[in-house]
């Protein structure tokens, strides 16, 4: 379950105007209410809507599905295309009796089943329709039809700040050091909810209305109250080395915290720490043997850097 890295190298595994004012508002009068699923809710990609509900003998899981189907794509007005997932499109969208902007992330359910991703796509909804933190992309609702799945997501109107670190080049250790202070706060929030998101890249960090970092796409991320897994995922350059140790990894939380350096040292310097060819980047980490940080940094930066590259349990909540 190795996912390519920034849009480099590939290993194994309508215009519509944004409604200005106060977010929270907009929020509250939206009428997309959150809704919780019950972690037995079948996988919505492959039954039909009408099948689960009549086979259904769990009432709990019958409310949820029937509260799931109220919600359809005829509630929304369709804007211009956000990005491409791995799965879809993510396009703008607006509630048209609440007005409310909202981005609309849509999942082939063919493509879905193509790469046996069912499981996939289950858990991103169930870890992150659990989720609610302003560092965290917000999840209003989901809602299916034969073809497609669709995630009602908070819209966040700055884009990835990959594109941002792409277009300045690397950012002052100023702005790193906030940009790290928001990422760390979101992990915090999501390991005292036992979530391990083992995919942060640049890529899945959204900037908000007030250029407020969001964290996005839990396709990889688990659910894990024993604090420990064993499967390999993520993307190359971010990984840990105990994650690449052997066939069998067992890693905890802190394969987070690992990434936090690498996003503090590509921050600052545009770049992440150990890319290379595939071979070359996997031997790297397994050594930690990081390219040199420029020497015009201060030491404080250098020692972050080091620090959390080191495993200092710095974050361990
Ligand atoms: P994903 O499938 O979640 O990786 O999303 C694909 C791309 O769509 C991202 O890289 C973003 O550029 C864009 N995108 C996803 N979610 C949002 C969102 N909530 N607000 C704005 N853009 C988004």
Redesign the pocket.
């Known amino acids: 379950m190795l996912t390519a890295t920034n849009k480099n190298k590939m290993i194994p595994a309508a215009k519509m105007q944004h409604r200005g004012g106060d977010s929270e508002l907009l929020r509250k009068h939206a009428c997309l209410n959150r809704m919780q699923i019950p972690s037995h809710l079948p996988p919505p990609t492959i039954v039909a809507a009408s099948s689960q509900v009549a086979n259904s003998s769990d009432a709990e899981t019958s409310a949820a599905v029937a509260r799931h189907l109220e919600l359809h794509l005829g509630l929304f007005e369709i804007g211009r295309p956000?990005?491409?997932?791995?799965f879809g499109r993510?396009y703008l969208a607006r509630h048209r009796t609440s007005g409310y902007i909202c981005?609309l992330?849509v999942l082939n359910k063919d493509e879905i089943k193509r790469e046996r991703a069912e499981m996939h796509v289950r858990r991103e909804i169930e870890v992150h329709s659990n989720l609610r933190h302003p560092g965290i992309?917000g999840f209003y609702g989901w809602f299916h039809d034969s073809r497609r799945i669709f995630l009602i997501?908070?819209?966040?109107a700055g884009?990835?700040l990959y594109k941002t670190l792409q277009k300045e080049g690397r950012f002052s250790e100023r702005r790193a050091a906030n940009y790290i202070a928001q990422v760390a706060l979101s992990l915090i929030y999501l390991h005292s909810k036992n979530v391990m998101h083992r995919d942060m890249k640049p890529?899945n960090i959204?900037i908000g209305l007030y250029s407020e970092l969001k964290l996005?796409?839990f396709g990889y991320s688990v659910h894990a109250p024993s604090n420990r897994r064993d499967t390999l995922c993520g993307t190359l350059d971010y990984l840990p080395p105990e994650m690449l140790q052997s066939d069998k990894p067992e890693y905890t939380k802190a394969v987070d915290q690992w990434t936090l350096g690498v996003l503090t040292y590509e921050f600052l310097t545009g770049e992440a720490p150990f890319e290379d060819t595939v071979a070359m980047t996997h031997r790297r980490i397994l050594k930690n043997h990081m390219k040199p940080l420029p020497a015009s940094l201060s030491p404080e930066a250098k020692d972050f850097v080091h620090s959390v590259g080191d495993f200092t349990p710095i974050l361990i909540l």
């Open positions: 956000l990005g491409k997932g791995k993510v981005a992330k992309v997501l908070e819209y966040a884009g990835e890529e959204l996005s796409d």
